[in-house]
């Protein structure tokens, strides 16, 4: 489970992209400019604990995505688009710049837009559509996540149990002789236990449909795929690398996406780059 202080745990995201962008030089933009992203998150997600009330919520969809309060986050929108203006790559920088040129509602509608589907819905293919509203809200969701009560599952589910979103990536943690599974969720990132052999998409169980791929480069990531489906999920194996930080190491494993896209596997859900 990540460190108990919220701030310590945005220190560590900022430090392993620092650690792997000199690791990766083919990943080096990326990484670099995932470091700005994840420091306004962190600042952003400073300002949100600061002004929420103290009760914890009820950990369900309702609670997590309960209204989206935009009062203390709208004031910080602005700086976010210029930010990502300033340090995008030039696709991503051109789309901010345009974005701050519309009015406030525009944004409005795409962050309630979000708010209420993201990672549930497919995400538009292509497009930056949803990078500005799931980067700029993916502080608040979190934090909602983590204060969020947990049921105990009683069973194997393939969406977040808090939030109902699909999951980004596997963890494998370590546990005995060998590591427990966990997913972790695209839109409120807190994990949820799961089966080992089984597809987080289909529910296949039949081992041998369910290739796993693993690069030389990455050894501390696995892609799960799933022949009955032909959706894949990347996990981070933590019992290889345990400095590894999932959001992160994910990031910077471009490579993989150009494999699975030959062999013709979709990601279950992409992560913040579309990558
Ligand atoms: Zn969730
Ligand atoms: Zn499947």
């Known amino acids: 489970m990540p460190p108990?202080?919220?701030?310590?745990?945005?220190?560590?995201?900022?430090?392993?992209a620092a650690q792997l962008s000199s690791e990766y030089e083919f990943a080096r933009e990326i990484l670099e400019f995932y470091g700005h992203v994840a420091s306004f998150q962190q600042t952003l997600q400073a300002n949100i604990a600061a002004s929420a009330a103290e009760e914890p919520l009820n950990g369900t969809a309702a609670g997590v995505r309960d209204?989206?309060?935009?009062?203390?986050?709208?004031?910080?929108?602005?700086?976010?688009?210029?930010?990502i203006e300033r340090k995008a790559p030039s696709a991503l920088s051109d789309a901010a710049r345009q974005m701050a040129t519309l009015p406030a509602d525009s944004w409005i509608a795409n962050l309630e837009d979000y708010w209420r589907q993201g990672g549930i819905d497919e995400p538009p293919a292509g497009?930056?559509?949803?990078?500005?509203?799931?980067?700029?809200?993916?502080?608040?969701?979190?934090f909602r996540g983590q204060r969020a009560v947990r049921v105990p599952l009683q069973m194997t589910v393939?969406?977040?149990?808090?939030?109902?979103?699909?999951?980004?990536?596997?963890?494998?943690?370590?546990?005995g002789d060998g590591g427990?599974?966990?997913?972790?969720?695209?839109?409120?990132?807190?994990?949820?236990?799961?089966?080992?052999?089984y597809c987080a998409y289909c529910g296949e169980s039949r081992e041998e449909s369910l290739p796993v791929f693993v690069a030389e480069k990455f050894p501390q990531i696995r892609v799960e795929a799933c022949d009955t489906?032909?959706?894949?999920?990347?996990?981070?194996?933590?019992?290889k690398d345990g400095h590894a930080v999932p959001?992160?190491?994910?990031?910077?494993?471009?490579?993989?996406?150009?494999?699975?896209?030959?062999?013709?596997?979709?990601?279950?859900?992409?992560?913040l780059l579309g990558t």
């Open 127 to 142: 497009t930056f559509a949803q990078f500005f509203s799931r980067a700029f809200l993916q502080p608040y969701a979190e």
């Open 67 to 83: 209204a989206l309060d935009l009062g203390v986050l709208l004031p910080h929108f602005r700086g976010f688009l210029s930010l």
């Open 4 to 16: 108990r202080s919220s701030q310590a745990f945005w220190q560590q995201r900022i430090q392993r």
């Open 247 to 271: 959001l992160v190491d994910d990031l910077a494993a471009i490579p993989l996406a150009l494999w699975a896209e030959e062999y013709g596997y979709r990601r279950i859900h992409d992560n």
């Open 158 to 175: 393939n969406v977040c149990p808090l939030c109902e979103a699909r999951p980004l990536l596997g963890v494998l943690r370590p546990e």
């Open 229 to 239: 489906c032909h959706r894949c999920i990347r996990s981070v194996d933590l019992t």
């Open 180 to 197: 427990k599974r966990f997913l972790m969720c695209s839109f409120c990132t807190q994990e949820w236990e799961f089966r080992r052999i």
